[in-house]
C-alpha cells in the first residue's frame, strides 16, 4: 500500500508516521498492495484532526476524527475504516482482495453487519441550472444538508453539501 502523509499547519513527526505505517497495516490486509492511503492531519486550537483516505480499484474509504492527541485521532480513524469495512464485508468481498475477510470470526464481530439496505423513499427532483452558490443559496433555504443541481459551468450534474466543519463542498462527477 502506497502511503502519503501531510500536514497542514503543522510539521509531521517521524514517530507519527511510523505509528501511521504500523496503524494502516491493519487496513492494508483488506487492499493488498495496489491501493493508496492518504493521511493528513490537521493541528486546529484544541483539537488535532486525522483524516484517512484509502482507494482502491475506484473505491473510496474515508474517516475523519478528532482528538486533543494526534495519536488517538490516528487510532479512531484507523478503527472507524475497519469498522466502515466489516460492516459492509458481504459486498465488499467480491471487491476486495479474496481472502482478506477470512481472519474475522463471529466472536470477532463487533459491528453488526449490514447485509441489506433498506431504501425507505424515492424521490425525484427537478434539476435546473446553476451556479455553484445559487445551489448553496436554494440548499440553506430548504434546510437540506446536500442539493443537486446541473452546474451552468459545465452542464454537468453536482452536489452541494454542508461540511462538518461549517463551509461547503460540491460533488463533481469525474468521468474515468
Same mark, same amino acid.
Given at each position: 500500500?502506497?502511503?502519503?502523509?501531510?500536514?497542514?499547519?503543522?510539521?509531521?513527526?517521524?514517530?507519527? %508516521?511510523?505509528?501511521?505505517? %504500523?496503524?494502516?497495516?491493519?487496513?492494508?490486509? =483488506? =487492499?493488498? *498492495?495496489?491501493?493508496?492511503?492518504?493521511?493528513?492531519?490537521?493541528?486546529? %486550537?484544541?483539537?488535532?484532526?486525522?483524516?484517512?483516505?484509502?482507494?482502491?480499484?475506484?473505491?473510496?474509504?474515508?474517516?475523519?476524527?478528532?482528538?486533543?492527541?494526534?495519536?488517538?485521532?490516528?487510532?479512531?480513524?484507523? *478503527?472507524?475504516?475497519?469498522?466502515?469495512?466489516?460492516?459492509?464485508?458481504?459486498?465488499?468481498?467480491?471487491?476486495?482482495?479474496?481472502?482478506? =475477510?477470512? /481472519? =474475522?470470526?463471529? +466472536? *470477532?464481530?463487533?459491528?453488526?453487519?449490514?447485509?441489506?439496505?433498506?431504501? !425507505?423513499?424515492?424521490?425525484?427532483?427537478?434539476?435546473?441550472?446553476?451556479?455553484?452558490?445559487? +445551489?448553496?443559496?436554494?440548499?440553506?433555504?430548504?434546510?437540506?444538508?446536500?442539493?443537486?443541481?446541473?452546474?451552468? &459551468?459545465? /452542464?454537468? !450534474?453536482?452536489?452541494?453539501?454542508?461540511? +462538518? *466543519?461549517?463551509?461547503?463542498?460540491?460533488?463533481?462527477?469525474?468521468? &474515468?
Amino acid at each position: 500500500m502506497e502511503i502519503t502523509i501531510t500536514g497542514r499547519k503543522c510539521s509531521i513527526r517521524d514517530s507519527f %508516521k511510523e505509528r501511521a505505517e %504500523k496503524k494502516l497495516l491493519k487496513v492494508e490486509r =483488506f =487492499f493488498g *498492495d495496489d491501493a493508496t492511503a492518504k493521511v493528513t492531519a490537521t493541528v486546529e %486550537k484544541t483539537r488535532q484532526n486525522v483524516e484517512v483516505t484509502v482507494i482502491n480499484n475506484g473505491m473510496i474509504f474515508r474517516a475523519e476524527e478528532s482528538a486533543e492527541n494526534m495519536n488517538d485521532a490516528l487510532d479512531r480513524c484507523v *478503527d472507524s475504516l475497519v469498522r466502515q469495512i466489516r460492516k459492509n464485508k458481504t459486498k465488499l468481498e467480491k471487491r476486495l482482495r479474496s481472502g482478506a =475477510f477470512d /481472519s =474475522f470470526t463471529a +466472536a *470477532d464481530e463487533s459491528v453488526t453487519e449490514e447485509t441489506e439496505f433498506d431504501v !425507505v423513499r424515492t424521490k425525484s427532483v427537478i434539476l435546473k441550472p446553476q451556479s455553484v452558490e445559487e +445551489a448553496i443559496l436554494q440548499m440553506n433555504m430548504l434546510g437540506h444538508q446536500f442539493y443537486m443541481f446541473i452546474n451552468s &459551468e459545465d /452542464s454537468l !450534474v453536482n452536489v452541494v453539501y454542508k461540511r +462538518a *466543519d461549517g463551509g461547503y463542498g460540491v460533488l463533481v462527477p469525474d468521468m &474515468e
